[in-house]
């Protein structure tokens, strides 16, 4: 990143001398290119002297400030281009609430450059988007501290092998200052407790001062510091508020002790503002317990890698640390122990256990040619394998990539959450001085009237806010992981439990998706020869229905020729010059096309379609004759009956979108009881199919797929759900991926969602019930400050408690597949 362009100020007004920055913009091909995204900045007001540089591929722009350069990213994109953005994780210290998530996502959105800022109170982490070559992470982490928390960039270590976050856990946050806080509070609360059985006791006001003054400003100096650096940025927080009414309480006792009359006791409020002290300490450390628990799935992860490997290098084995092994290196695996990589089978034959990253729990098949995954556990042989995956691209830290964008990602619910928290305590404060000045002038008891706004300050706590919806999401997205279920968008997370409508993709989603020959009809009866010249046609291709022709022709002995010309008829065929014959290959619609009848070919035709089979032809185009077909099957996936069952059972439509012949799809619909289906759809208007199934009775609409055809079909849909079986494009369009290619697993996706989503509605209740009927008890003088404190720290710790519920939740689908063994 650029480290030349200076940090200015977001809100600032327009610069005598606007500063120069240089961004980089993608898609110019040409000087129109240039031109275009020259005029587009040089509308945006506040960018000056605009250059643009095809070959650096880089904009030179001088700006008066960073609304004009975020301005300015958007004109490029609205141009037709676009200006890269960079992620930046920082671990963010000292927050507290979500008053302290809300100042520190506006410092960061402050910071010319920064596109969005998301900030989460259960990591105590900060995910960034920045225009390429504007913020780096220095300049992010200093904007931080100006606004009073510590920030510090976070290394890849899901790469590195090291997992997600944890909640920092020092002397100061751990047990000990409770405990020390508690035992000098115990001796001041012991009187009360002790006037309820009739024993009269009272401490001596010095005494009760100095077991008072090491609970407030030692064990509670945490309070004052933070809430220092919360008046310092113009802003408040939850330690604010509590600083503010223990200090009120604390000095009130001293000034009750030095204007008593000799000899009298004066009534003192030293165990008020230290027993809320040390019930504050004690919610914050059960609060960190719980809040470490929310991330055990993602741990359980990162511990799956090993710190070594056994590495085979010029015949001889030698252990070596799992950061040197490299693509292509042989690796070999003992029974008993972890695969460390991602690698392919060379030698041996064995079991793997791969439960913990698919939710199986069945142990898989591993021979040649097989795939291992890092972290998964070799059964009972020796097996040999050539490294293909190594740190952050291995399947392993890309889970743990996907798991961790979507903990770290908000919920649009939390919008409405960041709203209250950025006006609550100011109108708190506000509360507490009207408690204050209406007691005091209307009653007359200033003492009273204290106490009651003391009560208030305490009891508002946001922290609960701030924590209600993260834990939620963490908890969720953990039981998900934990069963195959990666959730690695938090909006997909939300929006899943209202899914009305489920879309399919047919091949390789519902069916096996690895397709063979049924039938192979030759007009003039040669079979073989037909079966030649269809292998040549498909010799290049990776398309399943090819791959099944290939290998039935291996099975046959039977030899391919070399095809010329051949090329790709999207959503029709395949098209090549086979021993200088024009040949073209595809579905009946090509064979319409072409004007090729089909001749005494037409009943087996019928008859292979009625049995849900796929047929296909080959033409010769310029004699417009067939010279033949072949027919595929596809078996359905064991799990996909009871998964359309499932979906149907709660009220869901399901819906099939397929490439297929309308007879074979018709077939694959009445064999799973699909409410709709929709045939020879083209790839390129499955997208178009689902944005109709969106607008048809405003439904909202998940679609699940596998492959590449299918990414634009899971992008336009509500929610995207991709089987990791299939393609990786089709998984980075998806909002969440199915570890398993099992069906079933999409009725436990909209299962945890709905649990999730429960969960957020139960928090946010909990977090606004304890402020909606304490603060106006407080108001009214009904509420001990005690009372206010304890309440205020069991809200947090409900809050928490409440979340973590979530990691009991297992899938259905795993417990019907134990059933069926």
């Keep these: 990143m650029s480290t030349s362009a200076p940090v200015l100020n977001a809100v600032a007004p327009a610069a005598a001398n606007p500063s120069e920055w240089r961004l980089p913009v993608e898609g110019m091909t040409c000087a129109s290119c240039v031109r275009r995204v020259e005029n587009a900045l040089a509308k945006v007001p506040g960018v000056h002297d605009v250059a643009v540089n095809l070959a650096t591929e880089q904009a030179t722009l001088y700006v008066d400030n960073g609304a004009a350069l975020a301005a300015a990213a958007k004109a490029v994109a609205d141009a037709g281009y676009d200006v890269p953005r960079d992620e930046v994780v920082l671990d963010i210290a000292d927050m507290t609430c979500a008053s302290c998530v809300g100042r520190v996502e506006r410092a960061l959105r402050a910071v010319p450059g920064v596109q969005d800022a998301q900030v989460n109170l259960a990591t105590e982490r900060a995910t960034v988007a920045v225009l390429r070559g504007t913020a780096d992470a220095a300049t992010l982490a200093d904007a931080v501290t100006r606004a009073g928390y510590g920030a510090k960039p976070v290394v890849d270590e899901a790469a590195a092998g090291v997992g997600t976050a944890q909640p920092r856990v020092d002397f100061w946050s751990g047990p000990w200052p409770v405990a020390i806080s508690a035992a000098l509070s115990v001796p001041l609360v012991a ?88 019930l504050v300490r004690l919610g914050k450390w059960l609060e960190v317990r719980a809040k470490r628990q929310t991330a055990d799935a993602i741990r359980a992860l990162a511990a799956l890698r090993p710190d070594t490997a056994r590495v085979r290098r010029g015949g001889v084995e030698q252990s070596v640390a799992l950061a040197e092994v490299r693509v292509g290196d042989e690796i070999v695996v003992r029974p008993g122990e972890r695969i460390p990589v991602d690698a392919e089978v060379v030698e041996g034959i064995s079991h793997a256990d791969e439960s913990m990253l698919t939710g199986e729990s069945l142990p898989v098949p591993k021979q040649p040619g097989d795939r291992l995954t890092g972290g998964a556990i070799n ?85 609960a806010l701030g924590l209600a919806t993260p834990t939620a999401i963490m908890a969720g997205t953990g039981a998900g992981a934990r069963a195959g279920i990666l959730i690695k968008d938090a909006e997909a997370l939300e929006i899943a439990h209202r899914v009305s409508v489920v879309a399919f993709d047919k091949t390789g989603t519902l069916t096996v998706g690895k397709p063979e020959v049924v039938a192979l009809h030759a007009v003039d009866g040669d079979d073989a020869a037909l079966l030649a010249k269809l292998g040549a046609l498909q010799s290049g291709s990776e398309h399943p229905l090819a791959r099944a022709v290939l290998a039935l022709a291996s099975e046959r002995g039977v030899a391919t020729p070399v095809a010329s010309d051949v090329r790709a008829l999207p959503g029709r065929g395949i098209a090549g010059v086979v021993g200088g014959q024009a040949l073209q290959l595809g579905s009946e619609g090509l064979r319409a096309e ?19 089979r796929t047929v296909s032809w080959l033409v010769d185009p310029a004699q417009r004759t067939v010279l033949g077909l072949v027919a595929f099957g596809d078996a359905l996936k064991p799990g996909a009956v009871a998964a359309i069952a499932r979906l149907r059972e709660a009220g869901i439509r399901t819906v099939m979108l397929t490439g297929d012949n309308a007879g074979a799809a018709a077939r694959v619909a009445q064999m799973l009881g699909l409410d709709d289906v929709q045939a020879e759809v083209l790839p390129q208007d499955k997208a178009a199919r689902v944005t109709a199934l969106r607008r048809g009775g405003e439904a ?57 989503v429960r969960k957020i509605r139960q928090n946010l209740f909990w977090a606004f019930i304890y402020n909606v009927i304490g603060i106006p008890l407080a108001v009214a003088g009904l509420l001990n400050p005690v009372v206010a404190g304890a309440a205020m720290a069991f809200s947090s710790v409900s809050v928490v408690g409440n979340a973590l519920l979530l990691r009991r939740w297992h899938p259905l689908a795993g417990a019907q597949a134990k059933e069926g063994q």
């Design 191 to 278: 009187p009360m407790v002790l006037e309820w059985f009739g024993v009269h006791v009272m401490l001596p006001g010095w005494l009760q001062w100095l077991l008072a003054t090491p609970v407030q400003f030692v064990c509670g100096w945490r309070f004052y510091k933070a809430g220092y650096k919360a008046v310092r940025a113009g802003a408040g927080n939850m330690d604010l508020l509590v600083a503010l009414g223990t200090s009120a309480a604390y000095a009130l006792s001293i000034w009750q002790m030095f204007d008593a009359e000799p000899g009298a006791m004066p009534h003192l409020y030293f165990e008020s503002a230290a027993v809320v002290i040390t």
């Design 379 to 463: 059964f009972e042989g020796l097996l040999v394998a050539r490294t293909v995956a190594v740190g952050a691209e291995t399947v392993l830290a890309r889970i743990i990539r996907m798991v961790e964008h979507a903990q770290a990602a908000k919920a649009p619910i939390q919008r409405m959450v960041d709203q209250v928290s950025a006006v609550f305590v100011p109108v708190v404060l506000g509360i507490a001085l009207a408690t204050l000045l209406g007691w005091g002038v209307i009653a007359g008891d200033w003492s009273q009237a204290l106490l009651n706004a003391v009560a208030v300050l305490v009891i508002a706590c946001p922290c």
């Design 594 to 612: 072409l004007g090729a009848d089909a001749g005494t070919l037409q009943a087996d035709a019928e008859r292979l379609r009625g049995e849900g």
């Design 700 to 756: 909202v609409v998940a679609m699940v797929g596998d492959g590449i055809n299918d990414a634009p079909a899971l992008a336009a849909a509500d929610v995207g759900i991709a089987m990791s079986t299939g393609t990786d494009v089709a998984m980075h369009a998806a909002g969440i991926t199915l570890m398993r290619g099992d069906p079933a697993l999409v009725a436990d996706a909209l299962a945890v969602s709905h649990r999730t």
